[in-house]
């Protein structure tokens, strides 16, 4: 067998997993469950970076949080500041007293409720009464791996962020490291949440192999959400001049689409499975 042949059955293969997919969501309201598993994100998201950072000083100490937050609010497009938002999230983090990073463990693990509750519906699984608690206690070892995960992603700051200011084929270079950082950090905790999240709907190998693909579209996605905040526009003109529930619109917009983008990898994962092995559904 030539390579134009491997090269045709790939492609065949991805065609068939395509409509296999498109016909399993056909008269499925995939934009109803993506608002819903962005809804427990977007309560979870911000309890969850605040465990990894506190983690990341406890581990390393502060200053890496510190300092290497600041580099990345100064790299961001400077059209939507977001750098005094980053050191606040880093001051709150390793300011924060125990009782409160244990209320912001339980929040934290919302996402993983809803991660799950999304994944089962797109897998057209009954839920149940456990489902939420299943998905919360699933969610740990993506917690448990975010300190470690967060401070590499931090101590290459420094590498990173000058080229994004430097601008030109600097910050192309920038981007091709930043988007391949991204890209690996996300896989490592996919695999986890496919395995202990999801609704064992998966082998290994799919997961495997979906961790690293849907990593790859997630952290493009990421990147496009760096451009959005390099684009001059008024986020507060359709608030009446309203910078907080811009903001909070912005950002709830991208979560929204972020986890449509999620859900849609994840019914191509259940496809290639199906088309691999029909008995398994």
Excluded: K
Excluded at 115 to 126: D, E, S, W
Excluded at 147 to 154: E, F, K, T
Excluded at 251 to 274: F, M, N
């Amino acid at each position: 067998m030539g390579w134009v042949d491997v090269v045709r059955g790939v492609l065949g293969f991805g065609v068939a997993v395509v409509r296999h997919a498109l016909r399993a969501l056909r008269g499925r309201d995939i934009a109803l469950w993506g608002a819903g598993t962005a809804f427990f994100t977007a309560l979870g998201v911000v309890p969850a970076l605040l465990l990894a950072l506190r983690g990341v000083g406890v581990l390393f100490g502060g200053e890496l949080v510190t300092e290497n937050l600041g580099l990345l609010g100064e790299a961001l497009p400077a059209a939507q500041p977001a750098g005094d938002a980053l050191r606040a999230l880093g001051h709150a983090a390793l300011t924060a007293s125990w009782p409160a990073l244990l209320s912001a463990l339980l929040a934290a693990c919302l996402c993983g409720e809803g991660l799950r509750r999304g994944f089962v519906q797109v897998a057209g699984l009954p839920s149940s009464g456990r489902t939420g608690w299943l998905g919360r206690l699933g969610f740990l070892p993506a917690l448990i791996t975010s300190p470690l995960l967060l401070a590499l992603a931090l101590a290459l700051a420094p590498q990173i962020a000058p080229d994004y200011q430097t601008g030109g084929w600097a910050a192309a270079r920038g981007v091709l490291v930043s988007f391949h950082l991204v890209w690996v950090l996300l896989a490592v905790v996919l695999l986890p949440v496919l395995i202990t999240t999801g609704p064992n709907a998966l082998d290994a190998r799919t997961t495997a192999a979906g961790a690293i693909s849907t990593a790859a579209v997630l952290a493009g996605f990421l990147h496009g959400f760096v451009l959005f905040l390099a684009i001059p526009v008024d986020w507060a003109f359709p608030f009446a001049g309203l910078r907080g529930p811009a903001v909070v619109g912005a950002l709830g917009l991208w979560l929204y689409l972020l986890h449509i983008v999620l859900l849609l990898c994840y019914r191509l994962l259940l496809s290639a499975r199906s088309l691999r092995s029909p008995t398994t559904g």
